[in-house]
């Protein structure tokens, strides 16, 4: 792994040459890096906001959509492992479980996470979705999809549009379908999870599992909203990240 593919992994428009940390933002199923460009004008100094772009979406539509979620997370650490900050992990959903996978990896590679954050996902322990969704026929998979509340409802108007998106929306899907958690020396950094209190996938109870894969402090939080409250919470999650960097400093 080239430290010339940190240009191909991390959006960086939102780089500070005075951060001490960087916050990488790990999407969900079918998500973007863009999704996370609102969180920028939240984001302050010690820590820059670095989300990830994943191949077969945004500038990397071309690529290949990743097969294998502990291979993939293993590909971003070893590119984050080049870079000269410290390391915060941000991930919800299926973004949660890329976060956790990229934190063991650093932390055999000696190189461990300073905080890892997580969101809408029940602990790794647990296998979601509960039945195998990527292979439903299209009006079926379109429908999980709306209920599911990831992409703006004015999507679903362009088939031209979902077609060139449900590929890779599928692909991502059989890769959550296919991860199994498997045992390994627990994590050493803080953990901080959040969930909505409307999401009927990911109740409370399901996410206090993260607190058994840290030796470290484990909060959890719950905040208005379905399985994607942090659209409307980002200032309050951003705020969180910017705190714990300063207990931990």
Known sequence: MHRSDARLWFDGRFRSATATHSLYCLPFAGGSATYYADWAPHCASPVELVPVQLPGRGGRMTESSAKDLVQLAEEIADTIAAEPTRTLL???????????????????????????????????????????????????????????????????????????????????????????????????????????????????????????????????????????FLTEHRAEIMRAVLAAVRRAR
């Open 90 to 228: 941000y991930g919800h959903s299926m973004g949660a479980m890329l976060a956790f996978e990229v934190s063991r990896r650093l932390q055999t590679l000696n190189r461990p996470v300073r905080h890892l954050f997580v969101s809408g996902r029940p602990a790794p322990t647990i296998v979601r979705p509960i039945a195998p969704v990527s292979h439903l026929p299209r009006a079926e998979f379109i429908q999980m999809l709306r209920d599911y509340g990831a992409a703006d409802q004015t999507v679903f108007e362009h088939d031209e549009l979902l077609d060139l998106l449900m590929p890779m929306i599928r692909a991502d899907f059989a890769m959550i379908e296919n991860y199994r958690y498997q045992e390994a020396p627990r994590l050493s950094c803080p953990i901080s999870a959040w969930c909505g209190d409307a999401d009927p996938e990911v109740p409370p109870t399901a996410m206090r599992g993260w607190g058994d894969q840290t030796s470290g402090e484990f909060t959890l939080s719950v905040l208005r909203g379905g399985h994607f």
